[in-house]
């Protein structure tokens, strides 16, 4: 993970096809960092992206786009 702003990382997720890859040090404390920028940010269409463990790389968190309910 690089020293830009957590919140890049939301909109770089949001502005992907299906969502984004980051290797970090410390999972858990990475995890609750993002969703706190996330809600002071409080952007709604950063709320269709969800932070997830990679299941193939426990070092690697994944920001994934879901489908907005009108898209389903």
Do not use: F
């Amino acid at each position: 993970m690089t020293k830009e702003p957590l919140l890049n990382y939301w909109y770089r997720a949001l502005h992907s096809s299906h969502g984004i890859s980051v290797t970090v040090s410390d999972i858990e404390s990475v995890r609750m960092r993002l969703y706190a920028v996330r809600r002071e940010a409080q952007d709604k269409d950063l709320e269709h992206i969800s932070v997830c463990v990679s299941p193939l790389d426990p070092s690697r968190l994944w920001l994934v786009k879901r489908k907005k309910p009108d898209d389903a």
